[in-house]
């Protein structure tokens, strides 16, 4: 089954495709021909991500899912939140986002944070939602290499290494994003009768 996943970030994607495995072919919105940088007016993730689902569907008319996540520190009142991505300036940039993110909790005993992310998927013209989340801590520097984003500072609650330290493999068992997407995966399965499971 042919998916459009309306992004552009390569580290999803694959990230996605690790999750999904060979029953879906996705294409990205480079691979529909969309060269327009989606807005993301909203101001809760739920509606971010499915802004961005129905944009796809009524420009290009193809079946598709959009994503959003954002992180959310207690101490900081849910910040970044549904501005993670933008949280140091519009050039969208880790590690300024992480510098500024430690920097705004170093008065702070309270570490706890959660990653949550809201997949809209369209399908024959109509939306559902899924959701993901995974509670965790945030360090007070960076450690790993691996993933993207917050992920060199965010321990999840029960393990001693940050995202960014876990392979994908490991991630892929628990992050946000993940549980997300096995809710996405289980309906495309119970609901479409050309999808094995």
């Known amino acids: 089954m042919k998916l459009c996943f309306a992004t552009n970030n390569?580290?999803?994607?694959?990230?996605?495709?690790?999750?999904?495995?060979?029953?879906?072919?996705?294409?990205?919105l480079a691979d529909i021909g969309c060269e327009t940088d989606?807005?993301?007016?909203?101001?809760?993730?739920?509606?971010?991500?499915?802004?961005?689902?129905?944009?796809?569907?009524?420009?290009?008319?193809?079946?598709?899912?959009?994503?959003?996540?954002?992180l959310e520190v207690s101490a900081l009142n849910g910040e970044p939140g549904v501005m993670s991505a933008r949280y140091a300036g519009p050039q969208r940039d880790s590690e300024d986002n992480i510098a500024l993110l430690l920097q705004k909790l170093s008065a702070f005993t309270d570490r706890s944070a959660r990653f949550v992310t809201v997949i809209t998927l369209v399908l024959d013209g109509t939306f559902h939602q899924f959701e993901g989340i995974v509670q965790g801590n945030i360090i007070s520097a960076k450690r790993g290499t691996n993933g993207f984003g917050y992920d060199p500072v965010f321990v999840p609650d029960g393990y001693e290494k940050t995202f960014a330290e876990m392979t994908?493999?490991?991630?892929?068992?628990?992050?946000?994003?993940?549980?997300?997407?096995?809710?996405?995966?289980?309906f495309l399965q119970t609901n479409r009768v050309d999808i094995q499971p």
Request: hydrophobic share 35%; aromatic share 10%.
């Open 168 to 186: 994908l493999e490991e991630k892929s068992q628990l992050s946000h994003r993940a549980r997300a997407f096995t809710k996405l995966v289980k």
């Open 38 to 70: 989606i807005p993301e007016p909203y101001d809760t993730i739920s509606e971010n991500s499915y802004g961005k689902a129905a944009y796809v569907h009524k420009n290009f008319r193809i079946d598709c899912f959009a994503d959003d996540t954002g």
């Open 10 to 28: 390569l580290n999803k994607l694959t990230e996605i495709q690790a999750l999904l495995g060979d029953q879906f072919e996705l294409v990205t």
